[in-house]
């Protein structure tokens, strides 16, 4: 037989519980929020389009890169380029891109810190092309240098 003495321990029990696991879906809500969906950052980049394709096994993205303008690496006389690959949010977005490949483009772009398969494979996710307008290939001649001095 129960008394009222060896009921409230167990009350107490549950109610620790109930508010324990209340806290604990709370804060696995607020990080995959916060991991997934909260925009750490946005901006725009510019380079020449490489490619746009659409791939995905269960979940069709549009994934990109764009190749930007190279600067001096820590090699004497070597050129790097920076890469970035990017998702696209929204399929028009991604028909435009498809068809201005070569081109140099700037897109406006948001940051997570975690990608999502129905979202694309990269975290920075394009929603926006800001300009674009045909790659210049150069007329073939060499850059004139300046003549350095003789000492």
Not at 76 to 91: H, L, P, R, T, Y
Not at 116 to 136: F, H, Q
Not at 139 to 147: D, F, H, M, N, T
């Given at each position: 037989?129960?008394?009222?003495?060896?009921?409230?321990?167990?009350?107490?029990?549950r109610k620790?519980?109930?508010?324990?696991?209340?806290?604990?879906?709370?804060?696995?809500?607020?990080?995959?929020?916060?991991?997934?969906?909260?925009?750490?950052?946005?901006?725009?980049?510019?380079?020449?389009?490489?490619?746009?394709?659409?791939?995905?096994?269960?979940?069709?993205?549009?994934?990109?890169?764009?190749?930007?303008?190279?600067?001096?690496?820590?090699?004497?006389?070597?050129?790097?380029?920076?890469?970035?690959?990017?998702?696209?949010?929204?399929?028009?977005?991604?028909?435009q891109l498809?068809?201005?490949?070569?081109?140099?483009?700037?897109?406006?772009?948001?940051?997570?810190?975690?990608?999502?398969?129905?979202?694309?494979?990269?975290?920075?996710?394009?929603?926006?092309?800001?300009?674009?307008?045909?790659?210049?290939?150069?007329?073939?001649?060499?850059?004139?240098?300046?003549?350095?001095?003789?000492?």
């Amino acid at each position: 037989m129960e008394t009222a003495g060896n009921k409230r321990p167990r009350r107490w029990w549950r109610k620790f519980k109930i508010v324990f696991l209340s806290v604990l879906v709370a804060a696995l809500v607020v990080f995959v929020w916060i991991r997934f969906y909260f925009p750490y950052g946005e901006g725009v980049k510019t380079g020449q389009l490489n490619f746009v394709v659409r791939k995905g096994i269960v979940f069709k993205t549009y994934e990109g890169k764009l190749i930007q303008t190279g600067f001096w690496s820590a090699k004497a006389g070597a050129v790097q380029s920076n890469e970035f690959n990017f998702s696209i949010a929204d399929k028009e977005i991604a028909e435009q891109l498809m068809n201005a490949g070569g081109q140099v483009v700037e897109l406006h772009y948001t940051e997570y810190f975690g990608a999502l398969p129905w979202r694309g494979y990269s975290r920075y996710v394009v929603d926006k092309i800001v300009n674009m307008k045909p790659a210049d290939m150069g007329s073939g001649i060499p850059p004139v240098l300046p003549e350095v001095p003789a000492e």
